[in-house]
């Protein structure tokens, strides 16, 4: 079956650094992207950025540019999001998601509506 799975989350002070990794199993990695979304409390979920299994390409959205970025290692089927320079606006539950790279055609990364797929999310939280 499917799977995703996001990790690596946790507290930490404004400043610091994070890398998160989702975990896939279940579908052959190089047809599908993998995108990464937020949540914070009361708002609702954006895209932060995405990767292609099949040619590496990436997208990282204006809100995180120069702070976050994305890799892979096809081997491990795992992405990962690299977070530098956290603010506490940063804070939110981290997902992973999986979308058919036939869905992605342009830049930025696919919309949220064709992520067919959904991890269980892990909590960064900054502090002040």
């Known amino acids: 079956e499917v799977q995703l799975q996001a990790s690596g989350g946790g507290l930490v002070q404004a400043g610091g650094s994070l890398r998160l990794a989702c975990a896939t199993s279940?579908?052959?990695?190089?047809?599908?992207?993998v995108g990464w979304f937020r949540q914070a409390p009361g708002k609702e979920r954006e895209g932060i950025s995405c990767?292609?299994?099949?040619?590496?390409?990436?997208y990282i959205e204006d809100s995180v540019k120069g702070r976050f970025t994305i890799s892979s290692d096809n081997a491990k089927n795992t992405v990962y999001l690299q977070m530098n320079s956290l603010k506490p606006e940063d804070t939110a539950v981290y997902y992973c998601?999986?979308?058919?790279?036939?869905?992605?055609?342009?830049?930025?990364?696919?919309?949220?509506?064709?992520?067919?797929?959904w991890g269980q999310g892990t909590q960064v939280t900054v502090s002040s």
């Open positions: 998601a999986r979308v058919s790279t036939f869905a992605w055609t342009t830049d930025p990364c696919p919309e949220i509506a064709k992520y067919d797929n």
């Open positions: 279940g579908f052959t990695f190089d047809d599908y992207a």
């Open positions: 990767i292609s299994g099949g040619d590496g390409s990436v």
